[in-house]
């Protein structure tokens, strides 16, 4: 009893006390189907009938910036993704912001932390946040290394990103400031930046979505390096694009022992550049014989971008119309039945 008493202490010096995180899962058995493809209800109508199935999950892509624009956008796109029907995912960058790892685990984003911890909770509905995604892909501005393989700097390590992670979770999560700062404290780091004494406790899910190996593929600049602990993350998941069709490192990312038993999302996957019907029937064989799949986001991007548009696809398309039929796939998250659907 007393070894079970100490490893518990320890446990909880390991993952500090805060609210909770939850996945949201689709209903038992089922995998959500998702979209991304512009930034408005239209949109999300043209990606249903481009893909054949509505999305239970669409995604916007956002800055971690907290001016009154930038909150009153997102607050238009949440929205529009309520009045038709899909629950929303955010993908946050700092891209545009003088934001490293290292700054923002002393604080330096809590602003945006807070306004967002606020307005997922008046939003009321389930949200997926996916920050600081493909951390260990040398296009993005906050990953550890550049595509030569050279370190950015220590502000930009793994362990500053992990801190910065764990401090995002602990902050968005929200709750009893006190017990976020308690949790703060013992990661070593300062306070969260705000006067208030309580935050809300939005209903939001975090998505820690790396390369499936790395970009440049280092061993160093693996996966497993900017792992920020389970009780920090609800849902495991990559990207997965046509030009790269190896699915062994998928595979073994899938398969990762760190964080196995957590579900899994394509948070990005498509069809980039040529058409080609071949990479979607690997796609849904990957689906369907991986269950811990339960949610697969497919990025068609906006008309600028016809290389990722299922219009210029035709092939792939026709495929794609077909295998959304599998019965596991669900185009309707349970707060939004079909009839009342747009």
């Not at 019907?277 to 339960?294: A, I, K, M, N, T």
């Amino acid at each position: 009893m007393r070894i079970l008493a100490l490893a518990a202490i320890g446990c909880a010096l390991t993952f500090p006390v805060a609210a909770r995180g939850a996945p949201f899962l689709p209903p038992a058995g089922k995998v959500f189907w998702g979209g991304q493809g512009g930034y408005s209800a239209g949109y999300i109508a043209d990606f249903a009938r481009q893909s054949g199935l509505h999305p239970a999950v669409y995604n916007y892509f956002i800055s971690w910036r907290a001016t009154r624009p930038a909150m009153h956008w997102l607050s238009f796109r949440l929205a529009d993704s309520t009045r038709m029907g899909a629950r929303t995912m955010l993908s946050v960058s700092t891209a545009g912001t003088p934001h490293t790892p290292a700054a923002l685990a002393r604080g330096a984003g809590d602003d945006f932390l807070v306004e967002l911890c606020r307005l997922l909770a008046a939003h009321g509905r389930v949200t997926y946040l996916r920050p600081l995604s493909e951390m260990n892909n040398g296009d993005n501005p906050y990953s550890a290394y550049d595509h030569s393989g050279r370190p950015r700097g220590p502000a930009f390590s793994t362990a500053q990103f992990k801190r910065a992670w764990r401090r995002l979770a602990l902050v968005v999560r929200g709750g009893d400031v006190a017990a976020i700062n308690d949790g703060l404290q013992r990661l070593g780091m300062p306070p969260v930046q705000t006067d208030a004494a309580k935050l809300p406790t939005p209903q939001v899910a975090l998505l820690w979505v790396p390369l499936s190996f790395g970009n440049p593929e280092l061993a160093q600049n693996h996966p497993r390096h900017f792992w920020p602990g389970g009780a920090y993350v609800d849902w495991v998941g990559t990207t997965w694009y046509s030009p790269h069709k190896r699915s062994s490192a998928i595979d073994a990312f899938y398969r990762g022992r760190s964080w196995r038993r957590k579900p899994f999302v394509f948070a990005e996957w498509g069809v980039w550049g040529r058409d080609d019907p071949g990479f979607v029937r690997q796609f849904f064989s990957f689906l369907r014989s991986h269950r811990r799949v339960r949610m697969a986001v497919y990025y068609q991007s906006a008309l600028l971008k016809p290389e990722f548009r299922l219009s210029t696809h035709p092939q792939a398309r026709a495929v794609l119309r077909r295998s959304v039929r599998w019965p596991r796939l669900t185009g309707f998250a349970p707060e939004f039945p079909p009839e009342t659907v747009p």
